[in-house]
Structure formats: structure tokens, C-alpha cells
């Protein structure tokens, strides 16, 4: 006998039909969020002076694992600033600030030891810093920043590829808002966090989901 396909249950009808009214009533009452509030062409982004959006900026890392998996983590509460110039963009500036405290995986125990002074001594050395010293554009939204990354306490030359994600105003918080992916790959013995290497890989590959509001 074939396979019949088995009915949706009354609570999976119940529960999709509150999140299609839910949603209906959102954009009821605020027209704005039907709209897709940002764009990809950098002919669209606005010049000025913008700050990191800590809620909507997200510091990944990944390592290999004993070689068996590729171990992911992240950072919180960035800061940071941009000084944007969309017509020369070799002459805008990024900032960023990145507590180390705010470390996180999904182990608790593994957490704790990140924190402690025989890996990222949180104590000692509270914040990871990029500073850009020079902007290359690669195409027409795209770029390799290049900056000095102050990490455990050793200052390094590091260079990240930068792809415009999208730009506008934000329907919520009505704020002119451009965000950005970058990704970078480091060697952390370079930095002098060599616990458990080789076992643990030394290549740490970084990604930042970017989200900037312009000063008004």
C-alpha cells in the first residue's frame, strides 16, 4: 500500500494560524515592516559616522577540535565605530571592541575555562581591539580591511574580507543602518594562547555579522 500522507494535527492548525494572524496584525499596524528596508547597492549607502548595534552585532570563532570536529563559539556586547565615505572608501575607518568576558559556547564548563588565565585570561586582558590602518575595495561591495588586532596582549597585523550585506533605514528603530560580513582566519600560538596545540588546532577562524547606526 503507498504511503498516505498523515493529516496536519488541530494543534499545528491552531499554531500556524496564530503566528499568520500574529504577523497580519504586525504589519497592519505598521506598514513599514512589509518592506524589505535594506538594499545591496552601495550606490545606496549613506556617508557619516556610525556605531556598532551591540543587539544585531554578532564575533563568531571556530577551531578544529582533536582534528574529529570544527568548534564554534561566539563574543557579545560589541562596540565599536565606522567613519564611512561610500566615494573613497579607502579613506573610512573601523573601530571595534570586543569584551572577553563575553566568550561563550554551549558548554558551561568549557565557558569558564576560556575566561580562565590558561586560555583568553579574561582577568588580564579584558578586551580584543581592531583598529583598520588600510581599506582595499575588491569590486563593488566588497573589501579587504586591513588592521592591528590586539588580542591576549600581542598586536598583530590582520586582515579581513568585507562583503556589504545590506543598507538603509531600519523600519524599527528608524535609524539609517548599513551591516557588513567579515571574515578572517589567525593563528592563535601567534598570540601566545598555545594551550593544548597542536591537539587543538591553531587556526582560528573569525566571522563578524556587522550592523552599524549612523550618528544623527
Not at 3 to 28: Q, T
Not at 93 to 102: N, Q, Y
Not at 113 to 123: M, P
Not at 163 to 179: D, H, R, Y
Amino acid at each position: 500500500m503507498p504511503n498516505r500522507p498523515v493529516p496536519p494535527r488541530p494543534w499545528e492548525f491552531a499554531v500556524k494560524s496564530l503566528l499568520a494572524s500574529g504577523l497580519l496584525a504586525l504589519l497592519v499596524a505598521d506598514p513599514a515592516l512589509a518592506q524589505t528596508p535594506a538594499t545591496r547597492d552601495p550606490a545606496q549607502v549613506q556617508a557619516g559616522a556610525y556605531v556598532a548595534d551591540p543587539d544585531h552585532t554578532q564575533v563568531g570563532w571556530r577551531v578544529s577540535h582533536m582534528g574529529f570536529s570544527n568548534y564554534a563559539g561566539g563574543f557579545s556586547d560589541v562596540s565599536g565605530t565606522l567613519d564611512l565615505q561610500p566615494k573613497d572608501l579607502t579613506a573610512a575607518k573601523l573601530s571595534i571592541r570586543i569584551p572577553v568576558a563575553s566568550v561563550a559556547t554551549t558548554s558551561a564548563k568549557l565557558t569558564a575555562e576560556l575566561k580562565g588565565d590558561q586560555w583568553l585570561d579574561a582577568a588580564k586582558f579584558p578586551d580584543i581591539t581592531f583598529v583598520s590602518t588600510k581599506v582595499a575595495p575588491e569590486g563593488k561591495d566588497r573589501a579587504k580591511v586591513t588592521g592591528n588586532l590586539t588580542f591576549h596582549g600581542v598586536t598583530k597585523p590582520v586582515t579581513l574580507d568585507v562583503t556589504l550585506v545590506g543598507a538603509g533605514v531600519n523600519p524599527l528603530s528608524k535609524k539609517v543602518t548599513v551591516g557588513f560580513d567579515a571574515t578572517g582566519t589567525l593563528k592563535r600560538s601567534a598570540f601566545g594562547v598555545t594551550t593544548y596545540e597542536p591537539l587543538i588546532g591553531d587556526d582560528l577562524h573569525l566571522t563578524i555579522a556587522g550592523a552599524f547606526e549612523r550618528r544623527d
